[in-house]
């Protein structure tokens, strides 16, 4: 038995084509001039407020697992996020590059972890880095060559 949360489709009812069908709605500005998009961060996440994965940073360091990806069956912010994670990033500076609140960026995270897209490594605790002396003593040994 698994304790991970359940997926979009499982949690809602909903196959991800019918969040696709949902939006734009016909007759409307998807855009406003003054506002900018009208894409509102839980229609980015389907409603969801909490990540598939748990225990995801905002330095927690974020890497495309896959080199070939199908880009038409991704979400715009999914395609996004995966096209900035060919090289290692952090979900914070993620957040910052798409402008997309934290919460949401970790909750589309979790929905690319699932899918096996990408894969992320936690910071390293700060009880398991090298003390400041030895790091001192490493760099005047270089010093010295």
Do not use: C
Not at 53 to 64: E, K, P, R, T
Not at 73 to 93: G, K, M, Y
């Amino acid at each position: 038995m698994t304790d991970a949360p359940p997926s979009h489709e499982a949690a809602t009812g909903r196959t991800l084509e019918h969040r696709r069908t949902m939006w734009p709605v016909p007759g409307v500005a998807q855009v406003d001039r003054a506002a900018g998009p009208l894409v509102r961060p839980y229609t980015m996440t389907g409603g969801r407020t909490r990540p598939a994965a748990s225990g995801l940073d905002m330095i927690s360091i974020v890497v495309a697992a896959r080199e070939r990806v199908d880009w038409a069956a991704l979400e715009p912010e999914h395609a996004a996020i995966l096209r900035l994670s060919r090289r290692p990033i952090s979900v914070a500076e993620l957040s910052a590059q798409l402008d997309i609140p934290m919460t949401v960026v970790k909750v589309l995270l979790g929905d690319l972890i699932a899918q096996g897209d990408v894969f992320t490594r936690a910071p390293t605790p700060v009880a398991d880095l090298p003390e400041l002396n030895v790091l001192q003593a490493v760099l005047d040994g270089i010093r010295r060559l």
